[in-house]
């Protein structure tokens, strides 16, 4: 199982960025993926979640509203667009998936400038 993140980097507040999770090594579509997010000195934390085939979703209450999680199947990626960012989202976003165990990504960081 392999997950690999990217699309982060610098935005102002109030600025959009989507990441991306390209998935390999399972057969994706069977599978939840979420995204986690860990910023200095704080413990990870999931940050939205979708179901194998899309159709359901959950998200932080802290993101509600502003984040939106998806995924393509036929891709084998899953999506995050962070919308509206704000400073305390600033943290390594990571790509979850438990295929049996659980498995993350190596993590893309997501700096917001103040």
């Known amino acids: 199982v392999q997950l690999v993140e990217s699309g982060g980097g610098l935005v102002q507040p109030g600025g959009s960025l989507s990441l991306s999770c390209a998935a390999s090594g399972f057969t994706f579509s069977s599978y939840a993926m979420s995204w986690y997010r860990q910023a200095p000195g704080k413990e990870r934390e999931l940050v939205a979640a979708?179901?194998?085939?899309?159709?359901?979703?959950k998200y932080a209450d802290s993101v509600k509203g502003r984040f939106t999680i998806s995924r393509d199947n036929a891709k084998n990626t899953v999506y995050l667009q962070m919308n509206s960012l704000k400073p305390e989202d600033p943290a390594v976003y990571y790509c979850?998936?438990?295929?049996?165990?659980?498995?993350w990504g190596q993590g893309t960081q997501v700096p917001v400038s103040s």
């Open positions: 979850h998936a438990r295929v049996i165990m659980v498995y």
């Open positions: 979708i179901s194998s085939a899309g159709g359901s979703t």
